[in-house]
């Protein structure tokens, strides 16, 4: 299988986007590494991995926003001490956004948000960059989202964040381009039917929407060796054609 015995981390693979991503990997027999806050949601992608794959994923419970930059640290050392290096990052961390006018927004609301789609993004990368630069090719993918992209009014920190993040992401491409090693892309899944798109759009129709497993090739693609040499991009799912891509 095209990513047998490679090893990669995916942030918020409890649920939505992130669980997708660890199944699209698992069923190339990759060797993933689930993390999110959520051990019952650990636990259940966990079990769909073992029964659908013929892996066996590993899982690492962590609160991306309530970790101190040593807890990163220390995640970066257990991933290198049992694995060595680290062939991809899933970036898909995410929860259900707090909207409303600017009045409405709390603070802490605002912090919050900030530190689970801006900051920890930050830090995960900065740690993990050197496990991905021990390998002659390795990938890393934000995720975004198209409304937020938009400056989408009452979207608050989270559309400010997936801002930021696409921004920070662009940037880490063009830093680690010349190197060669690693890329990244920034994934924009569109209108896909997950518990953020149904949280930001409560009245829109669920049988107009694609199945998140409708993302299953893209994440394939993007982490796998077809897409050795595309970096720095922004891949819109609704319009991304993999088969010119291929």
Do not use: C
């Amino acid at each position: 299988m095209p990513l047998y015995n490679q090893t990669f981390l995916v942030t918020g693979a409890g649920g939505g986007l992130g669980r997708i991503a660890a199944l699209a990997l698992a069923q190339q027999r990759a060797q993933v590494i689930l993390l999110d806050n959520n051990i019952e949601k650990l636990e259940s992608i966990y079990d769909a991995i073992i029964e659908t794959t013929e892996t066996e994923p590993a899982i690492y419970p962590f609160d991306l926003v309530g970790a101190t930059e040593q807890d990163f640290n220390e995640l970066a050392d257990t991933v290198e001490r049992k694995y060595r290096s680290l062939n991809g990052l899933v970036h898909s961390a995410t929860e259900k956004p707090t909207l409303g006018p600017l009045s409405s927004i709390s603070t802490q609301a605002f912090e919050h948000s900030l530190s689970l789609n801006l900051n920890a993004p930050f830090l995960l990368t900065k740690v993990l960059v050197p496990l991905l630069e021990k390998n002659t090719h390795a990938a890393i993918v934000f995720t975004s989202d198209s409304t937020a992209r938009k400056g989408t009014a009452y979207s608050s920190a989270y559309g400010v964040a997936k801002i930021a993040v696409e921004g920070f992401a662009l940037i880490i491409a063009d830093e680690l381009e010349s190197a060669g090693k690693i890329r990244v892309n920034i994934l924009v899944p569109g209108k896909v039917d997950t518990p953020v798109r149904n949280h930001l759009f409560p009245g829109e129709n669920k049988s107009s929407l694609a199945k998140a497993e409708s993302l299953t090739p893209i994440y394939q693609y993007l982490l796998g060796s077809k897409s050795i040499g595309i970096t720095g991009q922004v891949i819109e799912a609704e319009v991304f054609n993999l088969t010119n891509a291929l």
